[in-house]
């Protein structure tokens, strides 16, 4: 942390109070003056505070913040400052094709010229759905303004026929069901569309709360915002208390760069674990930390957060929703439990000017069903695995949804604990998958393992969330709701199933799972981590060799130069010559004129 007010020239100065430069000061004053502000107010030596706005019509995740929008300005008003709201290309997981997931680095760019480029001190970041918390962190970690996240909070809880309908978890259960012939079509849509009772984003643990809890653990919004439901009166007031605090973190000079250390994202992957978060967060923890110029490999995922039990109790890795979550305490709650077990580096600095330690001395959890203590948790050593081998450099495996079906069909094969061997069946994306899953000459049945290519950043491009494939309608049939499923994609926080995905490098820049064929014999051994074809050396070195990339075609020009500059997951699948970039406010821009 730096200079408080007393001796601090704010950096909005050079654009409204430049003598050195009357001709600019004028014309970027007149057009300010123009819209909403005085002159009075630019010049008056207050800190201009930017309100990165993702909420729209078109993102519908994150349209409650059109509405926290006032509550948020008389934050930033009554603590001094001057509010300039600015709009953030859209990125809303259930809109964009052919992936949100495309946008994200698209989000980020356009965040760090905004923030760089126009006369702001300080930022809110608004956040919800899946990829705008990361590309919003990822930003203010390239510009290193201070900056402090706002979420808009998860739905209200669904509901169908009495029981919890969760975002997302209800789409996988109810297609089985569909495919199995209990439900049509017109209930299948109702179900699905009876969890999504209110605006916010998924009242499950998916990626949207997981990545808004990975921003709380991180200590980039003030402690227990995550959780708050959006429609709730304590919504309101967090937007107040965010747009309050930021006005100090710019008198104080508090950054990203003192937010986000090493230990902020150890405490961040533990948070992950207890929380059942989402597959999503590592490729996202992995980008923003790049970007923060910190060192976190995919590997940390399992040193650091295997070992760890899961706390929460909330679908889709348990039984309730956002509403039980957040009247449970949160993820400030969680991160109490944590702490009372010493899993937390207590010292690492937050938003508030505060070591997160001091942050949630308070909090505990009020409810053990559904936040449980460390001594009695849902499941021990519920983190993700890293797996490797002849397919792929890593791939993750979220243990905390293994379900004991799984685990006894799948995953202890001849009282072999943690090896199966299986036929592969490749799929080239999701569009062979739907024709091909129930072609009888696949003949799948519980001895096969269904493979995904082509779906990964490159590849789709974007990385798209197709990995949880579910068995054809005849294996449902018979009672099996789950095949082991593999990918060089990603696949839905909301999804119960423990695919194997994420895998990296992709099979389209000649990663392993490239060269595999449907009827090889696959073995998956978790204790040695590892999943390889068995295949002998001699024909998957002539595979490799025989192998020509396959043609990608790009619709847009975004989609080329995405292709073009874009890392593989395991490294966050960021713009890779954007990761060079650091602290770029602390560079002026030239003049315009
Ligand atoms: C449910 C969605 C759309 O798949 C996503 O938000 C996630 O949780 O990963």
């Known amino acids: 942390m730096g200079d408080t007010r007393a001796n601090k020239r704010f950096r909005s100065q050079e654009w409204f109070d430049n003598p050195n430069n009357p001709g600019m000061t004028a014309l970027y004053l007149e057009r300010y003056q123009n819209s909403t502000f005085t002159r009075e107010e630019l010049t008056s030596e ?36 001057i509010p300039m709201e600015f709009p953030v290309h859209p990125i809303q997981e259930t809109g964009k094709r052919p992936t949100a997931a495309l946008d994200r680095n698209l989000a980020y760019l356009s965040l760090v010229e905004v923030l760089h480029g126009y006369p702001l001190d300080g930022v809110v970041l608004t956040t919800g759905c899946d990829k705008t918390t990361p590309a919003m962190l990822m930003g203010a970690a390239t510009v290193d303004l201070p900056a402090i996240t706002l979420n808009g909070g998860p739905m209200l809880d669904g509901w169908w026929q009495g029981r919890r309908a969760g975002s997302g978890t209800i789409v996988w259960e109810s297609r089985r069901l569909l495919a199995e012939g209990k439900i049509d079509y017109p209930e299948f849509i109702e179900r699905v569309c009876a969890s999504a009772p209110s605006l916010g984003h998924c009242n499950t643990m998916g990626t ?59 405490n961040a992957i533990r948070v992950n674990t207890a929380i059942g978060g989402s597959t999503n967060a590592p490729p996202h923890l992995q980008a923003i930390a790049r970007h923060a110029g910190v060192e976190l490999d995919v590997r940390d995922w399992e040193t650091v957060g295997f070992d760890l039990p899961l706390l929460v109790n909330m679908q889709p890795a348990g039984e309730y929703l956002g509403e039980s979550f957040f009247h449970a305490g949160g993820v400030a709650a969680v991160m109490g439990e ?123 491009p ?80 002539a595979r490799r060799d025989a192998w020509t990339p396959p043609e990608l075609v790009n619709q847009t020009p975004w989609q080329e130069i995405y292709r073009k500059t874009v890392g593989q997951l395991a490294q966050g699948g960021c713009i890779e010559l954007a990761t060079a970039y650091r602290r770029v406010a602390q560079s002026l821009p030239r003049d315009n004129h």
């Not at 300005?73 to 400052?81: E, L, S, T």
């Not at 949207?208 to 915002?225: D, F, I």
């Open 46 to 81: 207050r800190p201009i505070i930017g309100i990165a706005q993702t909420g729209s019509d078109i993102s519908p995740c994150n349209k409650i913040h059109v509405f926290l929008m006032d509550r948020i300005k008389a934050g930033i008003r009554d603590a001094g400052g």
């Open 208 to 266: 949207a709360s997981t990545m808004n809890a990975m921003a709380e653990a991180l200590g980039m919004s003030l402690p227990g915002c995550s959780a708050i439901p959006a429609p709730f009166r304590e919504r309101m007031s967090m937007a107040y208390q965010t747009g309050r605090r930021i006005v100090q973190m710019v008198l104080d000079d508090l950054k990203p760069s003192d937010i986000l250390t090493r230990e902020a994202f150890e």
């Open 338 to 460: 944590l702490q009372e077990a010493g899993l937390l580096h207590e010292g690492a600095m937050t938003v508030t000017g505060k070591p997160v330690g001091q942050n949630v001395a308070g909090w505990r959890s009020t409810d053990h069903k559904v936040i449980r203590p460390v001594t009695q948790p849902m499941r021990e050593k519920a983190g993700f695995l890293v797996l490797s081998g002849n397919l792929f450099d890593s791939a993750l495996m979220k243990t905390s949804v293994i379900s004991k079906d799984f685990h006894d069909r799948f995953l202890s094969d001849d009282g072999r604990e943690g090896i199966h061997e299986a036929r592969a069946v490749v799929f080239e994306g999701p569009e062979d998958y739907h024709d091909r899953i129930n072609d009888p000459a696949l003949a799948i049945d519980e001895h096969c393992m269904l493979f995904i290519r082509n779906v990964g950043c490159v590849g789709y």
């Open 462 to 541: 974007g990385s798209a969330e197709v990995v949880n494939m579910q068995p054809p309608d005849a294996v449902l049939k018979a009672g099996i709701s789950h095949l082991p499923t593999v990918g060089d994609g990603r696949q839905s926080g909301t999804s119960e199933s423990p695919s194997i995905l994420n895998a990296s490098p992709e099979a389209v820049v000649g990663g392993g799972l490239a060269f595999l064929q449907t009827g090889d014999r696959v073995r998956l051994d978790l204790n040695a981590r590892r999943l390889d074809a068995l295949v002998d050396e001699a024909e998957w070195q």
